[in-house]
């Protein structure tokens, strides 16, 4: 069996176990593209809402200290740079389908899945100095989750409150996408059930 080049040349560049979940990333957001042709015009609103959502969350957050030691003497994955102990998680636990519909239907680009040139520790999108993704192109759940640790540093800053009520309508516009998918893919499954067994009734 034929490799596809990008795996080939994400084996030379990145740890294999990175090049591996990268190549399974790659091939579900190929099949949500294909998905996404059936899409209802709701499902393509949320999802650009979505994006531009998590750029405004991400703007308001700026630099915070807390993400970039949280992750100091907690065991491997999380412990393997000093910050970004939630970004210690796997790629899959991050990158639901719902989240990938989204990111596709709002037009984040394979080529845009660009990992950093380091040790594979956790999300495969993780390095030593954060994610290497455009807020854009990160689920929502990476965008919108307020450790405790950082809600204090937030609460300190001032500015809790308001980054709090936009991670609440971040995740109230991700839920509502999550719905509306299911709605329409429910439907096409019961249209085709009425397709492949309605003409006998």
């Given at each position: 069996m034929l490799l596809p080049v990008a795996y080939l040349l994400d084996r030379l560049r990145h740890p294999r176990s990175r090049a591996?979940?990268?190549r399974i990333l790659r091939?579900?957001?190929?099949?949500?593209?294909?998905?996404?042709r059936a899409a209802?015009?709701?499902?393509r609103e949320l999802a650009?809402?979505?994006?531009?959502?998590?750029?405004?969350?991400?703007?308001?957050?700026?630099?915070?200290?807390?993400?970039?030691?949280?992750a100091r003497k907690y065991p491997l994955p999380h412990g393997r740079w000093d910050g970004g102990y939630c970004c210690g998680t796997n790629t899959d636990k991050v990158f639901t389908d719902?989240?990938?519909a989204s990111l596709v239907l709002a037009g984040t680009k394979i080529a845009a899945l660009v990992p950093p040139r380091s040790d594979h520790a956790g999300c495969v999108f993780r390095g030593p100095t954060g994610c290497s993704l455009d807020p854009g192109d990160r689920p929502s759940i990476c965008s919108r989750y307020l450790c405790l640790e950082l809600v204090r540093e937030l609460r300190a800053r001032g500015d809790a409150g308001p980054i709090d009520r936009q991670c609440r309508e971040l995740s109230e516009r991700f839920a509502e996408f999550v719905r509306e998918r299911a709605g329409r893919e429910e439907r096409d499954r019961h249209d085709e059930l009425e397709r492949v067994f309605g003409g006998g009734a």
């Amino acid at each position: 069996m034929l490799l596809p080049v990008a795996y080939l040349l994400d084996r030379l560049r990145h740890p294999r176990s990175r090049a591996d979940e990268l190549r399974i990333l790659r091939d579900r957001m190929a099949r949500a593209r294909l998905e996404a042709r059936a899409a209802t015009t709701r499902e393509r609103e949320l999802a650009v809402e979505l994006r531009g959502l998590r750029h405004k969350v991400a703007l308001a957050l700026g630099e915070v200290t807390r993400c970039r030691e949280c992750a100091r003497k907690y065991p491997l994955p999380h412990g393997r740079w000093d910050g970004g102990y939630c970004c210690g998680t796997n790629t899959d636990k991050v990158f639901t389908d719902d989240e990938i519909a989204s990111l596709v239907l709002a037009g984040t680009k394979i080529a845009a899945l660009v990992p950093p040139r380091s040790d594979h520790a956790g999300c495969v999108f993780r390095g030593p100095t954060g994610c290497s993704l455009d807020p854009g192109d990160r689920p929502s759940i990476c965008s919108r989750y307020l450790c405790l640790e950082l809600v204090r540093e937030l609460r300190a800053r001032g500015d809790a409150g308001p980054i709090d009520r936009q991670c609440r309508e971040l995740s109230e516009r991700f839920a509502e996408f999550v719905r509306e998918r299911a709605g329409r893919e429910e439907r096409d499954r019961h249209d085709e059930l009425e397709r492949v067994f309605g003409g006998g009734a």
